[in-house]
C-alpha cells in the first residue's frame, strides 16, 4: 500500500467516524423527550395535531433562562383524552427524579417532573367548561435549579 492510498484510507476513516459522532449526538439531544411516556401528547400523536397550540423554542433564544429547548402543547381535552394525558404524566414521575403532582377527584391537576439531569416536565390541567379541560404540557431542557423554573412560571 502506498503512502498516499494510506492517507486517503485514514481521511475517510476518520470522516466516518465524525459522521457517526455527529449522528449519536443527534439522536441523544432528541432521546431525551422521545423517551418520555408522555412524549407521544408533545409531538401530535394523542390528541390530533389540528387541535393544539404548539410552541418550540430552541437554542439562543433562551440560553439566557438556562434553557437550550422548550417544547409546550396546549389543547382543550375531553374527559377521556385528559384521562389518557394523565396516566402518561404519571407514568412518567415514577420514574422522575424529583416529582410534584396534585390530583383532584382522581384527576391529573398539575405535575411539574425533573426526569433527568437537564430534563423538566409540567402539567396543568383545568375545567373549561362544557365537561372539557384546558391542559398544558411543557418540557424543557436545560441546566436550572427548580427555584428558577418556579419564578419564570410566577410561582415562587
Known sequence: ???RSSKNC???MK???ITLLLLALCCLAQGQ???LKSGPVLQGEVIPESRLVETLVKGHD???LGLTLFHSVR???TPEELATVSRLVLEDASGALTRRTVLSGGLL???FLQTSRSGYLAFQSKPSGSGQYAVILVYMEGHVTEKQ???MFGKN
Do not use: C, H, V
Request: cysteine-free.
Open 10 to 12: 485514514s481521511n475517510k
Open 15 to 17: 470522516r466516518s467516524l
Open 1 to 3: 500500500m502506498s503512502p
Open 75 to 77: 389543547f382543550t381535552a
Open 149 to 151: 423554573l418556579r419564578q
Open 33 to 35: 423527550e422521545g423517551r
Open 62 to 64: 433562551i440560553e439566557d
Open 109 to 111: 391537576q398539575s405535575a
